[in-house]
């Protein structure tokens, strides 16, 4: 984040808009965030488990579509969701 500050006020010096870098004092400030792996599925046995953990959801029916389709789709859970038909060949 400081870093994207810092460059915004780097260019803001060379177009004369700021006379100095403010980003200098947030040092500490601003935490950085822990990253966080996750865990992908890597082996057969693996993706064989999840497709039957999906076939055996008892939930409600769209979630079970799109658990379907996500295992074959590979797409982030945010583009299934806001997916729209016309992105879909059915043919």
């Not at 500050?5 to 950085?32: C, K, N, Q």
């Not at 789709?73 to 016309?86: D, H, M, N, Q, S």
């Amino acid at each position: 984040m400081r870093s994207v500050l810092s460059r915004v006020f780097r260019y803001a010096i060379a177009t004369a808009r700021a006379e100095r870098d403010p980003s200098g004092d947030l040092r500490g400030a601003l935490t950085v965030p822990k990253v966080k792996h996750l865990s992908a599925i890597t082996t057969e046995k693996e993706a064989g488990e999840l497709m039957r953990a999906i076939e055996g959801y008892t939930g409600h029916a769209i979630t079970l579509f799109a658990l379907r389709l996500s295992a074959h789709l590979f797409v982030r859970p945010g583009e299934l969701r806001k997916a729209e038909w016309a992105e879909f060949d059915v043919e």
